[in-house]
């Protein structure tokens, strides 16, 4: 009587689970001389993974209990995984191995899936729930990248942090926020990347802008601008950079340099000789006072705040670095007490007069290299250089020999701020 009342194929849903129910009149033949027979037949079918399955009952009600049961098994993902396909089986294994951490069932994962698919046709469901998350925290603080940079750079400057420092921020960050006129929270990866391949930078520049983007993002992070889930450099990638030979001068071209600085430029002097023979940077010597080289007797000692590490370090004050600061003429607390820009000025006459081609942090790269054949000790001479002993020992290991070396740390002054006539070596 049931299966007079219901129209076939009758369905049993369970949740996205469906079981069909067909009718079918079947006749069986004669046996014996008697007549055929009619009776009724009721076929349960379902899919199992790609194949389908089917079951024969006598009763409708038997193939509605049956059926019944199979859409719940379905529904709660409770299917045998050996009547699967090899392939089927597999995929249907790595799909529960992937919602184990989420603690949603595989029929409700595929059903939110297909349903979010829909809704975003031909985009991405992951890139739609970072935007979402951008957009919709309720903790985030929407605000211009103009300000986050305002503010981050006026943090650093409370903080301390060096001038130059500072100056390649502002540099980096106002060339983002100028052509990002936008809530930080609306920036994405592809636009990033569109305007870093933009600027056409080298690769050593690339990698400074996403550094400074970096720490940009995770600052704008812990003031809940932006998700902490969120990274919009995802995806963009470092680029190699080209090893590059280490430029050094000769003891004979440090002879030329401190010489015409001696005769025509001696506020320059005591710059020259403390990349020479303490290695400073130009960017720590325009820092140094007169009572940094004389507070602990045979040493200079760089403040963190003139050193770029930001760290306080001793470097030993040689022979020779003191007879040539014995010369130098002090007009100001400050060792070079002039702007940064009339220091560049000066340097490359100096050096143009001297005919010597000058090598950007040539000096401190000689004197490490000297340093490091002379005490043969990475280590020291990374602790002296303000470097990690690695980098000292790949960058600097064999580019001057103890021979070179001596003759480095030989160029002195004679009376009057004339060099001593030495004998170098050719190697020198």
């Not at 970072?130 to 925290?137: A, C, G, Q, T």
């Amino acid at each position: 009587m049931a299966a007079k009342r219901s129209r076939f194929p009758y369905t049993v849903k369970r949740g996205s689970a469906q079981v069909k129910i067909y009718h079918y009149k079947r006749t069986s033949t004669r046996v014996r001389g008697r007549k055929s027979v009619s009776y009724d037949e009721f076929t349960v079918a379902y899919y199992l993974g790609s194949k389908r399955k089917k079951e024969t009952f006598s009763t409708f009600n038997k193939a509605l209990t049956f059926a019944e049961i199979k859409a719940a098994e379905l529904s709660r993902g409770e299917v045998d995984a050996v009547m699967f396909s090899g392939s089927d089986r597999l995929a249907y294994g790595q799909a529960l191995e992937t919602l184990k951490p989420t603690k949603v069932d595989l029929n409700s994962a595929v059903s939110e899936y297909a349903q979010a698919k829909k809704i975003l046709g031909g985009y991405s469901i992951a890139e739609a729930s970072r935007y979402f998350m951008r957009h919709h925290s309720e903790e985030l603080i929407p605000k211009p990248v103009k300000d986050v940079v305002n503010e981050i750079i006026q943090k650093k400057t409370k903080a301390g942090l060096s001038d130059v420092y500072l100056a390649d921020l502002r540099y980096r960050l106002g060339q983002f926020a100028e052509d990002f006129v936008c809530k930080i929270n609306q920036t994405t990866s592809d636009q990033i990347e569109l305007w870093l391949d933009g600027l056409d930078l080298s690769a050593r520049s690339h990698n400074n802008h996403l550094r400074t983007l970096n720490t940009f993002f995770n600052f704008a992070k812990t003031r809940k601008y932006l998700s902490k889930d969120y990274n919009p450099l995802e995806g963009i990638l470092r680029r190699k950079q080209k090893a590059k030979s280490v430029p050094v001068f000769s003891a004979k071209e440090l002879a030329r340099l401190l010489e015409c600085a001696a005769d025509n430029h001696p506020d320059y002097l005591p710059c020259l000789a403390l990349g020479a023979f303490a290695g400073f940077r130009q960017s720590e010597i325009v820092r140094l006072s007169w009572e940094d080289i004389e507070r602990a007797p045979g040493f200079v000692e760089a403040e963190a705040n003139a050193a770029k590490t930001q760290r306080r370090r001793l470097v030993e004050i040689k022979p020779v670095l003191e007879k040539w600061l014995a010369v130098s003429p002090r007009q100001s607390p400050k060792v070079w007490p002039h702007s940064r820009h009339y220091l560049n000025e000066v340097r490359a006459e100096n050096a143009e007069q001297a005919k010597v081609k000058w090598k950007d942090n040539g000096l401190r790269h000689t004197w490490v290299s000297c340093r490091l054949a002379e005490t043969e000790s990475a280590d020291k001479t990374a602790l002296e250089a303000g470097n990690s002993p690695q980098m000292v020992f790949s960058n600097y290991r064999e580019l001057r020999t103890p021979a070179q070396a001596k003759a480095w740390f030989s160029v002195e002054p004679a009376g009057g701020g004339k060099i001593v006539s030495i004998r170098q070596s050719k190697s020198a």
